[in-house]
């Protein structure tokens, strides 16, 4: 297994999903739920969010190559896209919570997508399916993407418990330093997209 990009694919999509972060949200969104009923919506949230990323992931080639868009162009709107969830987790101006009401089952909307397969994570995934381009590289997509879905899956079922024991200080700490790492990602990948795009000019 490529141990380098399983751990790219790793913190990227771990900072992007942020565990820690989602777990107020998830607490919020299933405030009225039973314990029972709120494990089988993470379970849920997880499934949709699974689906969702590993069919971009299987067919985003297909879609990249009917449109006519390179790799590169990808990369720098992706690198683009997480600048700006990366702003919204230093800032603290996310709003996954608004208007939850509206939905019949949170762990469809807005739990599993878009709350974590969002723009970000989908357009991640993409990119690093691009770089599988040998059984290693694609083994360790695979373990990077698995063992962020346990992390969340684990946020989710002992939710109630991390936040006793980080506080809500400890929670916001954990998300602003999530969006610093986040902001540095998006910026490695626009200067890669940047490099690509000039390497083909000359």
Known sequence: MD?????????????IMDPPGTVPLFLSLTADMTSKLRNRSALQALA??????????????????????SLAALQGAGGLLLILIALQL??????GTENANRYKNVAFVPLGTPL????????????????ADSPARVAA?????????I???????????IQKI??????????RIAGLLLSAIAVQMIADSVQDFVGTWS
Do not use: C, K, W
């Open 48 to 69: 949709v969010a699974a689906g969702v990323i590993t069919a971009f992931a299987v067919f985003g080639q297909n879609i990249l190559s009917y449109m006519h868009i």
């Open 3 to 15: 141990t380098q990009l399983f751990i790219s694919v790793l913190v990227t999509l771990f900072v």
């Open 151 to 161: 992390s969340l899956y684990l946020a989710m079922r002992f939710a109630s418990l």
């Open 166 to 175: 980080l506080g809500e200080d400890g929670v916001e700490l954990v998300t």
């Open 116 to 131: 974590m397969a969002g723009p970000g994570a989908i357009v991640a995934v993409m990119v690093f399916a691009q770089q």
């Open 90 to 95: 230093l800032t603290g101006t996310n709003n």
């Open 141 to 149: 997509v695979i373990a990077g993407v698995l063992l962020t879905f």
